[in-house]
């Protein structure tokens, strides 16, 4: 499978084939979503084809704020509350014409009750989405917004040919100016 976007993507395997071998295949349209935050949280799924963005929302403006995305050959879903359907704390769309594998969270939390091997797995989930998030969090603090965008075309080398300019700068939390500016920097110095 070609990957459009991220090279370090996390790969459970057992998961991955759990959603290959249990999982509904599914299209998305540019805009269509996969969660709406608040409602309660219902599927995760394997990525084919295509990008999901995690949105928010802001308090006072009720701004749109990109909080993750999910990349062919990543998992996409509200984890854990598609577990146990608590409301989804983001809205889930796709940027692209996407395609997943798609199973509920009911489905992955009775292959997780299944035996101690599937128990293990679903800490080993957890970790890792933790570890990614908090390095997230860590790298709004400790990284400049042109590190945090190298970061970021380090995970998912295409992702500047496919995505929004303004969704990119969300992400980085930055604004779309700036995201310009530094990107004119990096031009400039790889024609040096």
């Known amino acids: 499978m070609e990957q459009k976007f ?32 608040g409602d309660p949280a219902r599927w995760f799924g ?27 050959g990543e998992f996409a879903g509200d984890y854990p509350n598609c577990l146990d359907g608590r409301p989804s704390q983001t809205t889930i769309k796709a940027m692209m014409p996407s395609r997943m594998l798609r199973v509920t969270g009911e489905q992955v939390m009775q292959m997780y009750c299944q035996n101690m091997e599937t128990m293990k797995l679903r800490s080993v989930v957890g970790e890792l989405i933790l570890r990614q998030h908090r390095a997230c969090y860590l790298d709004l603090h400790r990284a400049t917004a042109r590190e945090r965008y190298e970061l970021l075309l380090r995970r998912c080398p295409g992702i500047v040919h496919h995505l929004a300019l303004q969704d990119l700068a969300s992400f980085l939390c930055v604004t779309p100016n700036y995201l310009s500016t530094i990107r004119k920097d990096i031009t400039f110095e790889a024609k040096k």
């Open 6 to 37: 991220g090279k370090n993507s996390i790969d459970i395997k057992a998961l991955r084939e759990f959603c290959e071998r249990e999982g509904k295949e599914v299209t998305y349209r540019k805009g269509d979503q996969l969660e709406r935050k």
């Open 46 to 72: 394997f990525v084919t084809e295509g990008c999901f963005k995690y949105v928010t929302y802001g308090i006072s403006d009720d701004r749109e704020h990109i909080t993750w995305f999910s990349f062919e």
